[in-house]
């Protein structure tokens, strides 16, 4: 049996999408961009919703629309994708980074008031994993300073705080639609708001800072999305439920059977809903073996593994902070993600707990 690590949902609604919106003629942005706009802001909860051409993208859009540049710092989590932080930097201002919770692998808000400085502009919170962060918390904190919060959602699409889905929940969401995230279109993004104000310069700031047509008020960016991507998106869209429960289905299954004395399955804050876009376990020194011997083992079986991430933000050579954030590093140093997607089945995820426990008999 082989079982990927990751394996894009694509059927043949995706294929007759795209093969319409060829047929059209119109295969840059166009209706079908707008109308996935539309009906992924209505998903979120969200007023309104910008398309870009992909994840990071839509973080530096967002962070330019939030007024963010040089002279400002943004606090991020150290331990997270690089985009969150170079996103950052891409606008000239310096992230700074913030430790993590152990049981959510999310940002830490009792780290954050510490951070802030005369310079703060913006806090990201990303949804870790799929994972839902502390965002009412964390938008509080931003309110009470005058900051601006800002919804890494790019591995959480329909995932939940306290009744809420993120998206909707910061002054800006951001979103990725890579192939291998819970929603795919090969490449793609989202920036999902409540303010007109932000709608507005998310328009100007993707479209090469165009106010009207050939009219530029300040100096944008070409991140439009395709409607291409967007016919994808739609499709993929009205199949998210699915792919959601399947993957909560797999994450319970995993829960509920893995049991490797030394290997610690994720935890799930109170009153969230994750969405499991990794599923990352913990290999610590009493396991049986460790984390490099555990993915040679899993390898050997059939089963893909991946480190999601093994160096933290703050230890990147482009940044190396000179500080020390221990959650963020005891986690990089023991996370290891196992297969969690729709096309793991019973059968497939039967196989990788029963080849995970036989490590211990």
Partial sequence: MQIPIARPSIGQEEQAAVASVLASGIIAEGPVTKTFENEFAKYCGAAYAVAVNNGTAALHAALLAAGVGPGDEVIVPAFTFFATASSVSMTGAKPVFADV??????????????????????????????????????????????????????????????????????????????????????????????????????????????????????????????????????????????????????????????????????GIAPGCTPVWHQYAIRVTDDAPLSREALMAYLKEKGIGSAIHYPVPLHRQPVYEAGITLPVAEELAASVLSLPVHPAVGEAERKYIVDCLNEVVS
């Fill in 101 to 266: 919770l152990q049981n959510t692998c999310c940002i830490d808000p009792a780290s954050v008031p510490e951070l802030i400085t005369p310079a703060t502009k913006a806090v990201i919170g990303v949804h870790l994993y799929g994972q839902p962060c502390d965002a009412f918390v964390l938008r509080e904190i931003c309110s009470d300073q005058g900051l601006v919060f800002i919804e890494d959602a790019a591995q959480a699409h329909g995932a939940m705080i306290n009744g809420a889905k993120v998206g909707s929940i910061g002054d800006l969401a951001c979103f990725s639609f890579y192939a291998t995230k819970n929603l795919a279109t090969g490449e793609g993004g989202m920036v999902t708001t409540g303010s007109v104000a932000f709608h507005d310069r998310l328009r100007r700031i993707i479209n090469h800072g165009q106010s009207e047509k050939y009219i530029h008020t300040e100096i944008g960016y070409n991140y439009r999305m395709t409607d291409i991507a967007a016919a994808i998106g739609r499709v993929q869209l009205s199949k998210l439920d699915g792919f959601i429960q399947a993957r909560q289905e797999n994450a319970a299954y995993f829960n509920e059977h893995i049991r490797v004395p030394g290997v610690l399955t994720p």
